[in-house]
Structure formats: structure tokens, C-alpha cells
């Protein structure tokens, strides 16, 4: 070798680990183009000198393959046009020099909204726009999760606030135990985006790659917390003291309460955030393992008919997104899939920065909406309108609570009717992959419907005004996890208030019934009962199609797939698609949590 390899690499950070690649690139996070550019310079820089010395040193090639994969998602999703133009020309270089650079697997955040419709990171809209460069001056990326909810940023903003304290603030768990614990949470439910997500940040602020290859092998304390896990992801009303207590008692491997306070604010919150990232559809980060390829691509087998016939103007093709032919199936590795491909240029290279024709892929494509299908669901969404108008105008404030618990009780047991939607070839989490199999422990222990609780039905039902949110949780979890009761209270009001008065093609509507009755449905479903509430306005508002998505979300967000979310939410707006799931995500955050603080709560009565 002609140079020494450290000595040509010495003004760069000691990055062989894949694991700390991001680091590589925090010189990105300025507002000042002029610094970026130096970044920019330097990592190019860099990444050309490993070209050079790959042949002849392992380590320059391990660093190129774990730091290409980054260059890609930045040349396609960065607020600052600056970086993603200098990263696009760099990579269609190296690509015309026959260096082996990563592909995307899927492009946009999600696989069921067309990326051309979802809010780009260079809209226009000033408010949108700031989340999006202060998420990335923050994060040195734009999460597919931030900017699906960039459609609502006064929401957004306050979910990043509590999100980033939860996971990145002042509490008593290291940050690695953070990303541990939400790795467990998100694995109950086989959500693909957010474990392998989470194994990045893991690898950012640990060394101790060995816990996540083998959960036998992370701190018996962590290990401790899965009983509380699967209970509180599935079936939140069987908690009670005695799961904190073996968890509290004084020992080796004890949990201050503190420390426990927050292992459960970050369970229910990665809990209900897999039920988003799965109800949306969102696709893996494109620097995580399933988000790219580097197998070169080829021809596909399809004739012009074929992508004449299935178009990307189709109403169910432009939903979902695009990957990249003849690599392996993301259903056996628990990501999103969505059936459609991206076809290569039999006559070029593709570029980069200008992704290929979207076609469908010959193997298993959706079938094309019915007409008929259209018809009926307009008439639905007609009638839920009108239904509004009417719960507004007719509501029953002398309904006595024992009128409105005969009313909760027969909507828990019309909600057993609605069960998870069968296992269907092409989607995802079924069976769990191994990679995300090994952080769950109990795989059996599974939802089972509250007014359905057979041996324990000796529970009763969780009365919102003996233990509310505002009155008694708040109260509990700021004193015990200091200010994340602020966040999480001014999260959940400004989503209960969120609205901008429109219903699918319909201005000027006072969404309000719709709104209580998604939040107080998913409620029911978890045994909460809202004595001031007429649950007569579920049955009324929500047709049976649009419960069984709310449910499937809520409860069994794995088996969600394309068609699910097509064939329930097609005629809203997306915005207003991204903004049911947000009620839900919150509505089963806040079930979870006040099941959770009011076990604690009686543990702590039964202590003292």
C-alpha cells in the first residue's frame, strides 16, 4: 500500500462500526449553507479516498458500504436542497465510474400514500417546513414519520417536543435503555420501521451490539420489564400492583419508581406509535437495512401492455410506493410491502435523483377498485355526514349514567364481532420475523376483546371519572417523571382539538362528534368507560367498515395492510387519513397510561 491508511484518515472520527455512521454526518445540521459545505466536501472527500484503498484494506470497504447507504437517504430526503443536489451528483458519479453504490427500496414515507402527495420536505408551507429543518438540524434527518405528519404541524410539534424528551431528555435511563425498551414495545406488534429504527439509535449511544442479537444477553432488569410489556400492549386491563411490585421490590435488579415511571410512558408511547407507523403504512428509513439494496438492478419481465394496463395514475396503484424488482421479498423480513416495483432502463443505469417509471410488479398486484365500490363508498361517507349534523343537533344531555353504561356494554360486546382481518399472502409480520421475534417474549399473549375476559370478568370496567387523565394521571406521572406530564397533557389536547373543518370533499363541518366518538370508541374497545358519553353516537358515526380499521389499528396494527387502509379510509382526504390514525395513536397511549398509572397509584396506597 502506498499510503498508510490511518494517516490518510486521521482528521476523521474512528467510525469502522456501522453503528456510529451517523456521527459522521452531524456536520449537516447547520442552517448555514457554508458549513454544510465543508461537511459536504469532507465526507465526499473521504468516501473517495475508501474507493481508492477498498482493494487493499477491509477497513476503508467496510467504511464505504456503511456510510453510502446514509449519502443515499440524504440525496433523497433533506430539507436543505444544497445537500441533497451535491449528494445526488456524487452518487450518479460514482455510478457512471462503476463504483457499487446502494439503490432505494421504496420511495416516499409511506406505502399507501403516493409520495407525490405527501408533504415534501421543501414545501412551501412555513410551518411545516420549520419542523422539518429543526427535526433535521436535531436529528440530521427527516424521519418518514415526521414528515407523515408534517400534514398537522402545530400536532407535530408537539409530538417531536414530548418524543424527544421521552427518548433523548432529562430522566434516569440511559438513553441506549430508551431505545431497548422501545425496541421491546415495538416488537409486540411487529412493527418492522420502528425496531430496526430503533437499532440505529441504539448503536448511536451504546457499544453493546450483543443485547441486540440476543435479548438473553441484555441486563436481567430490562428483561424483567416484558411481563409488564405484553400486558400493557394487549390487554392493559389485567395490570394491577402486583406487576409493579416484582418490579419495584428492593434487590439486584430493581426499578426506582422514576426509572419504572418512565419505562412505561416509553412502552405505551411505542405501543401506539407502532399502531401508526403500521395503519400508515410507512415505509423503512432508507439507511436502515430493508430501506435499500445494493443489488444492481435489472430488466423486469413486464410487457408495455402490462404497465399500460396498471398504471401509476390508477387510484389503487398510486398509493403505495415503488421498489425495486428481483430482490428478496420484505414480507419475510416484517416491513412494509405494497406489491409495486421500480423498473430499471434496459438502456441505462438509473439515476439517482430522478427515480424510474412506477409500474405494478406481474406478481401479485391489488385488484383495481370496483365501481360499484366507489359508489358505496361515497354514499357511506355521505351518510356519516349527515349523521354528524344529526349527533349534533339531537345530543342527549339528560342521558343518566346508568343509560350510558348499558349503552358501553353493548358497544364492547358489538366490538368482539369485529375480528382481526385474516393473514393474506404479500403483507407483513406474519409470520414475525426472527430479528424481531427475539424481543418478544410470550408471542401467544395476544389481544383478547375486554367484554370478552372469561376468567377475569370479575374486572370491571375502567371508570374515566374515578381515574382520569386530568384529575389523577397528570398529577402522578409529573411528580414521579418530572415535566413529561406537561408534554403528554398538551399533546393530548391538541389533538382532541385538531381539526380544519372538513370531511372528504365537504368544508365548514364541526368534526367534533367524529373526533369523540374515534377517541371514546378506542376506549371502549379498552374497557374505559365515559359516563358523560352516549355510546348510541359510535354506532351512529362510525359504520362498521371504518370500526373495523380502528380496531385493527388499535389492536392488531400488524395484520393492516394496503387494501385494509384503501378500502376504509378511500374518499378522505390524506391529511385526514394521517389524522384518524394520530386520534387512535394517542387514544390507545392514554387508555394504556392511565391503566398503568393507576396500578402504580394502588401501589403505592398499599405501600404507605
Known sequence: MSRCF?????????????DQTIEYFFGLRSDRKEDRKLCLDRIIKAINLWIELKDEDEKAGNLLTAHLPTVLRLSHE?????????FSIFLHDLQRDSVEVPRLLRLGPSAFIPPAEVV?????????????VDAFLNDCRVSHMVQLMGYHPSYLEQFVKTHHFVMRGD?????????FIATMAAARHSCGYLVSFQHLEFLEHSREETWLRDMALAPKKLRNLSDLNKTMAHQPWLLSPSHLEVLLKPGKDSWSMSELVQAIVIMAHYHALSGFALGCGLNPEVDTAMGHTWEQPTVPDWSVSDTETISPASSVTSHAS?????????VTNGLSGSGHEECASPSSSPTLHQPEVLTLSSSSPPPLPDVDVEAQQEQLLREMFEQMNLVRSSSDSTLTVEESQEQFECESLLSCEIVPPPVKTGRVQCPCPEWIERFIDDPDFAHEDFALRGEYSGIMSFRYFDYSWEGHGFSLVNRLYTDVGTLLDEKFQRVSSMTYNTFGNEVNVDTLPMRRAIWNYIHCIKGI?????GYSEVNRLLPKTFKTYIKNVTCYPERVGFMEFFNCLRGF????????????????CQAELLYALRALNRYITLST
Open 6 to 18: 490511518s494517516e490518510e484518515l486521521s482528521y476523521i472520527p474512528d467510525l469502522s462500526r456501522e
Open 78 to 86: 433533506c430539507p436543505f436542497e444544497d445537500v441533497q443536489h451535491d
Open 120 to 132: 415534501p420536505l421543501s414545501t412551501m408551507d412555513k410551518e411545516a417546513s420549520g419542523m422539518f
Open 171 to 179: 430522566g434516569p435511563l440511559p438513553l441506549h435503555w430508551r431505545n
Open 322 to 330: 415503488t421498489v425495486v424488482p428481483n430482490v428478496p421479498s420484505l
Open 529 to 533: 368507560f365515559h359516563d358523560d358519553y
Open 573 to 588: 382526504q390524506h391529511s385526514e387519513q394521517v389524522h384518524i390514525n394520530i386520534l387512535a395513536m394517542e387514544a390507545r
